[in-house]
């Protein structure tokens, strides 16, 4: 057992999927999995195992930002042995084509944060989802008439930033979003070599202010848990 997780060995599937949100975990596990099973209350950070169309499958709140999504993620790949995670979160557009309730695949993750400096000493390593992994999710939104964007995002530690146009410098070199979590998830991934992917749905915009109301949200959380729970079992 796990010090955050703590679930007995084998309760946690294969394949899990990560929303930042442990009552979004408990929402996905009530309304898109078969005879869910709660594994985990630690800090009341809810963990699931169901199955969806006969497939077994967990799903684990994360918290917000890279040293929480951290402490899981290692615990979901060294302890459980999980194969394949996918985050299913929000993030922030810092391009003017992507629009709120677009859903981005995020092929890599850019960081401000401090945690790749320490692990890599001062070197960059590029935090990259799993090509396969991406490659089915691409197909199967286009299935379901979803363009996704494909593109790079950042992952910041800062939601409230003190200098209000920093995104601007990722947005230059062509970052499509920013979120706090996908960085770790993808380094994790490398160092247990697991596959791993972020889905997106944006919620809001930093170019326009826009933001989207929850009814927005509500349609395109589904569209995006439906490409994550068919990615997740592909
Ligand atoms: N910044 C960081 N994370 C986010 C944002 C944002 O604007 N929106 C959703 N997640």
Known sequence: MSIHIAAQPGAIADVVLLPGDPLRAQFIAEHFL???????????MFGFTGTYRGKRISVQGTGMGIPSISI?????????????AIRVGTAGSIQEQVRIKDIVLALAASTDSGANNIRFKGRDFAPACSFKVLHAAYDIAIAKGIAPKVGTVVSSDMFYADNPDDWKLWAAFGCLAVEMEGAELY????????????????????VSGESTTSEERQRSFTDMME????????
């Open 72 to 84: 899981y993620v290692n615990e979901l790949f060294h302890n459980y042995g999980v194969k394949r």
């Open 34 to 44: 078969e005879k869910p099973v709660q594994y985990t209350a630690v800090r009341n």
């Open 227 to 234: 490409v994550a729970l068919e990615t997740a079992l592909a």
């Open 187 to 206: 380094t994790l991934a490398a160092k247990y070599n697991r596959e791993a992917l972020c889905i997106l749905t944006i919620s809001d915009s930093l």
